[in-house]
């Protein structure tokens, strides 16, 4: 049974950081794209950054651009999402993303596919 489990949240003021880790179990994701996505309260789930199973190879939306930093660690079957200069609007459940299909990245547009697995999430809070 694939699980994707994530990790690091919490509550941090305007201007921290923070750093999420999603780990994977039941199968290996080094040839597979991996994402990170958020949604905030009464809103819809949102992209934030995505990896190719190539690490130097990354995407990232505007809003999170030149803030966070996705990166993996295949060894540990483990992405990760560096985030800094934290703000209030950054709030929301952060969810791990993964790639059922090796091989392929369309950098947000890899998630929009069935064959995708999810995390349950973690909860990011930045007080202003």
């Known amino acids: 049974q694939v699980q994707l489990v994530e990790s690091g949240g919490g509550l941090v003021q305007a201007g921290g950081s923070l750093r999420l880790s999603c780990a994977a179990s039941?199968?290996?994701?080094?040839?597979?794209?991996m994402g990170w996505f958020r949604q905030a309260p009464g809103k819809g789930r949102e992209f934030v950054a995505a990896?190719?199973?190539?690490?130097?190879?990354?995407y990232y939306a505007d809003s999170v651009k030149g803030r966070f930093t996705i990166s993996r660690d295949n060894a540990k079957n483990t992405v990760y999402l560096q985030m800094n200069s934290l703000k209030p609007e950054d709030t929301a459940v952060y969810y791990c993303?993964?790639?059922?299909?090796?091989?392929?990245?369309?950098?947000?547009?890899?998630?929009?596919?069935?064959?995708?697995?999810w995390g349950q999430g973690t909860q990011v809070t930045v007080s202003s």
């Open positions: 993303a993964a790639d059922g299909v090796p091989w392929r990245f369309n950098g947000p547009h890899t998630f929009r596919s069935e064959n995708v697995y």
């Open positions: 039941g199968r290996t994701f080094s040839n597979n794209a």
């Open positions: 990896i190719s199973w190539n690490p130097s190879t990354t």
